[in-house]
């Protein structure tokens, strides 16, 4: 990628990137592991949510992303200071000190459906009817893959609900048996596959 532009060179890291957590996903279905595989699809969503929105301009959304990576790295020199660590030298600081963070990912998965889906077949904008916001749309599927898995990536209580019945008389702990859930992770499967047809659209590959 030395003469590419710099795009190219993000994009197919993003994509070997997103095909190793595709990967881990797999090994954890296969493992029964329904609650770690939720924290991993979670993970793909926002990976493949940005890859789809960088895609739609990326002159200009890829130095948003890329900004948003420093304003990032700033929260985390403000953090550290706490502690008695300068992450940074002062005029990195002040550079960094500018960098603006990247609109919320609702919004985005909003953009990504309100552009690929009247252009690429297995993109959907509404309902066939239009009647209300479809599930399959990148939005719906932040609302039910992204927010759901939040459980388990943020401790949250419910993310114990496979593991004893807390409303029970008398609770008993045990390792959830394999459940629907299993199969519900397989959509990054076909959410990988909807990213390599914006590749191919975007940049001709694969």
Known sequence: YQTDPRWRAYAAAMIVRMSDTLGSLLRLMD???????????????????????????PDSHLSLWIDNALYQRHKLHNDALAFGIELYEPDEVERLSTAKALGALPDLAHAVDTYWGPRLQGFRTRAFDGSQDDMLTFRGLYMSVYRSASRETHAQPEALDDYADFAAERIRIARPERGPRAHFLAV????FAQTLIVCHDALGWP
């Open 188 to 191: 990054g499967i076909s959410l």
């Open 31 to 57: 493992a029964r592991a329904d609650g770690d595989g939720m924290i991993v699809l979670r993970a793909l969503v926002e990976e493949i949510l940005v890859f789809c929105w960088v895609a739609i301009d």
